[in-house]
């Protein structure tokens, strides 16, 4: 088979690390895979034979110019299958639609973000996406127009209903596709309260993609302690609550390395260099996939302060991999993995203080810490099945064509 993906970008998250993975093992089992991009390609960017970009859509007239490039792709390399995976906020109902009328199309839901009309990156809590405006908890209803009267959307006006209407549109192409991916029970039960048909939901496990450079050291408690935090510089990954956490441990011994980059990076810098915490913290940047396994190797726990919902977690996932406690805010699909007292501890939404206050407990109970580390490796095994993964999602995409 040849099968068209359809993401975003070629590089941001654990979206696109998971659809690399993928591709290796089709690619393993004979199968072509093709990459369409729903941006444009970044300045400098070296495109490779299989890989075009088809720029951003929102409504009707950008819609129909990505869809006249979609289907010159589409005439010129016939896939058997397309899979749409992460373009959310940049991606027209319409370019959905046509999908679909173009060839059998598989819809992988990374994230719940994009159903809601709010902002995932809004300052304030109450103004992000599946968060409510009233209780600043996460929001577990359907997005339908209700919406409206629950002031949880940011605009106001004509453009607060344009938004609303259109985001209900999107969803509504999404359920008419002809199979629905996901990796957590989470993720099926919010597609299930927003009315997708259940027989079109496959929840199949995550696996995680070990990249050959990857090397698992053994645990041990004679490490210095380091905290790591791995993931994009933003509000909803909670890196301004960690820091936050982090000022509330000063009087400890540790190390806190924070993996990644984002919009949010100087504002973050500032917060540390305000909070005199600069000689603890380390800000790495960006850092490659392949590389990751250096800094979990380091780590005495990973954290996942993520303030909104996690369609499943990745990077806590591969922490258990190495053998490293998470410490988390009970958020979407991450306590299918994370077992509180167990691999790690699971912390109610929004407790900075709770979550400082385990850090602490974590990083001086030596013994605790090295018996959750035992646990993580042993319960990251069921996130190893290459094999069994593949040959589901290539038995969903046979389902699709028929």
Same mark, same amino acid.
């Given at each position: 088979? +040849?099968?068209?993906?359809?993401?975003?970008?070629?590089?941001?998250?654990?979206?696109?690390?998971?659809?690399?993975?993928?591709?290796?093992?089709?690619?393993?089992?004979?199968?072509?895979?093709?990459?369409?991009?729903?941006?444009?390609?970044?300045?400098?960017?070296?495109?490779?034979?299989?890989?075009?970009?088809?720029?951003?859509?929102?409504?009707?007239?950008?819609?129909?110019?990505?869809?006249?490039?979609?289907?010159?792709?589409?005439?010129?390399?016939?896939?058997?299958?397309?899979?749409?995976?992460?373009?959310?906020?940049?991606?027209?109902?319409?370019?959905?639609?046509?999908?679909?009328?173009?060839?059998?199309?598989?819809?992988?839901?990374?994230?719940?973000?994009?159903?809601?009309?709010?902002?995932?990156?809004?300052?304030?809590?109450?103004?992000?996406?599946?968060?409510?405006?009233?209780?600043?908890?996460?929001?577990?209803?359907?997005?339908?127009?209700?919406?409206?009267?629950?002031?949880?959307?940011?605009? #106001?006006?004509?453009?607060?209903?344009?938004?609303?209407?259109?985001?209900?549109?999107?969803?509504?192409?999404?359920?008419?596709?002809?199979?629905?991916?996901?990796?957590?029970?989470?993720?099926?039960?919010?597609?299930?309260?927003?009315?997708?048909?259940?027989? +079109?939901?496959?929840?199949?496990?995550?696996?995680?993609?070990?990249?050959?450079?990857?090397?698992?050291?053994?645990?041990?408690?004679? #490490?210095?302690?380091?905290?790591?935090?791995?993931?994009?510089?933003?509000?909803? +990954?909670?890196?301004?609550?960690?820091? #936050?956490?982090?000022?509330?441990?000063?009087?400890?011994?540790?190390?806190?390395?924070?993996?990644?980059?984002?919009?949010?990076?100087?504002?973050?810098?500032?917060?540390?260099?305000?909070?005199?915490?600069?000689?603890?913290?380390?800000?790495?940047?960006?850092?490659?996939?392949?590389?990751?396994?250096?800094?979990?190797?380091?780590?005495?726990?990973?954290?996942?302060?993520?303030?909104?919902?996690?369609?499943?977690?990745?990077?806590?996932?591969?922490?258990?991999?190495?053998?490293?406690?998470?410490?988390?805010?009970?958020?979407?699909?991450?306590?299918?993995?994370?077992?509180?007292?167990?691999?790690?501890?699971?912390?109610?939404?929004?407790?900075?203080?709770?979550?400082?206050?385990?850090?602490?407990?974590?990083?001086?109970?030596? #013994?605790?810490?090295?018996?959750?580390?035992?646990?993580?490796?042993?319960?990251?095994?069921?996130?190893?099945?290459?094999?069994?993964?593949?040959?589901?999602?290539?038995?969903?995409?046979?389902?699709?064509?028929?």
């Amino acid at each position: 088979m +040849k099968i068209l993906h359809i993401n975003s970008a070629p590089v941001y998250g654990g979206a696109e690390i998971y659809l690399k993975g993928l591709c290796a093992l089709l690619s393993e089992k004979g199968h072509d895979s093709i990459f369409c991009y729903t941006t444009y390609a970044p300045d400098g960017y070296k495109r490779e034979r299989n890989e075009y970009f088809i720029g951003e859509s929102q409504g009707v007239r950008t819609g129909l110019g990505a869809i006249k490039r979609l289907r010159r792709i589409i005439n010129y390399e016939n896939p058997d299958i397309i899979h749409l995976h992460s373009a959310d906020y940049n991606t027209s109902p319409l370019v959905i639609r046509a999908m679909k009328r173009m060839r059998p199309t598989v819809y992988t839901v990374h994230n719940i973000l994009g159903f809601c009309p709010k902002d995932p990156g809004a300052e304030r809590l109450e103004d992000r996406s599946r968060i409510l405006s009233s209780t600043k908890g996460i929001c577990d209803r359907p997005v339908d127009l209700s919406c409206l009267k629950s002031k949880c959307i940011n605009n #106001r006006g004509p453009d607060r209903i344009y938004t609303l209407l259109l985001r209900l549109w999107k969803i509504h192409e999404y359920k008419r596709l002809d199979r629905i991916v996901v990796h957590s029970r989470f993720v099926k039960e919010t597609l299930l309260r927003q009315g997708f048909p259940k027989e +079109k939901i496959s929840l199949v496990k995550m696996f995680i993609p070990v990249e050959r450079q990857w090397q698992r050291e053994p645990v041990s408690s004679e #490490r210095d302690k380091a905290i790591l935090f791995i993931g994009s510089l933003s509000r909803a +990954k909670g890196i301004f609550e960690f820091v #936050r956490a982090l000022n509330m441990i000063r009087d400890i011994k540790y190390k806190a390395i924070i993996v990644g980059d984002g919009y949010c990076y100087r504002e973050v810098r500032r917060d540390i260099e305000r909070m005199n915490l600069s000689e603890k913290v380390i800000l790495k940047g960006w850092v490659s996939h392949e590389m990751l396994h250096i800094y979990y190797n380091m780590a005495s726990v990973v954290v996942m302060p993520t303030m909104c919902p996690e369609a499943l977690g990745f990077v806590g996932i591969e922490a258990m991999y190495f053998g490293k406690p998470v410490i988390a805010f009970d958020s979407g699909g991450i306590n299918e993995w994370l077992r509180h007292g167990s691999n790690g501890y699971i912390v109610p939404f929004n407790d900075v203080k709770g979550f400082a206050d385990v850090i602490r407990h974590t990083l001086e109970d030596d #013994r605790m810490r090295l018996k959750l580390s035992e646990n993580a490796i042993v319960m990251s095994q069921e996130f190893l099945h290459r094999d069994r993964h593949i040959e589901r999602i290539l038995e969903i995409y046979r389902e699709a064509k028929r």
